[in-house]
């Protein structure tokens, strides 16, 4: 049974940073691909960030220099460093996991596992 548990989330002034974690359960973590989502009331869930088993990355366009994906293995948790933020980067993130070791992309059909998600309020 897979889990991802997103955390870290909140309330934070424009300008400042959060980091967010996903801690993952019931999958092989060191071998997957994992990503983080973003998704405002009535608009799509896009990507923000992925990463490949062996610590490869990749941003949406737009977030590149501000986020900042990473993890650990051996805690089996997925973190996404926010920097700067922006009253835009308002939403709930998800974390997401695909069931390859390659990411094959930053679209919601590439990943098959997905977490609850967290909220991250900038204002």
């Known amino acids: 049974h897979v889990q991802l548990v997103e955390s870290g989330g909140g309330s934070v002034q424009p300008g400042g940073s959060l980091r967010l974690s996903c801690a993952a359960s019931g999958l092989d973590f060191s071998n997957y691909c994992m990503g983080w989502f973003r998704q405002v009331p009535g608009k799509e869930r896009e990507g923000v960030a992925a990463?490949?088993?062996?610590?490869?990355?990749d941003y949406a366009g737009s977030l590149k220099g501000r986020f900042i994906i990473s993890k650990d293995n051996a805690k089996k948790t997925l973190y996404l460093q926010m920097n700067s933020l922006k009253p835009e980067d308002t939403a709930m993130y998800f974390c997401?996991?695909?069931?390859?070791?390659?990411?094959?992309?930053?679209?919601?059909?590439?990943?098959?596992?997905w977490g609850q998600g967290t909220q991250v309020t900038v204002s």
């Open positions: 990463i490949d088993f062996d610590g490869k990355t």
């Open positions: 997401a996991a695909d069931g390859v070791r390659y990411c094959r992309g930053l679209s919601i059909s590439d990943f098959v596992y």
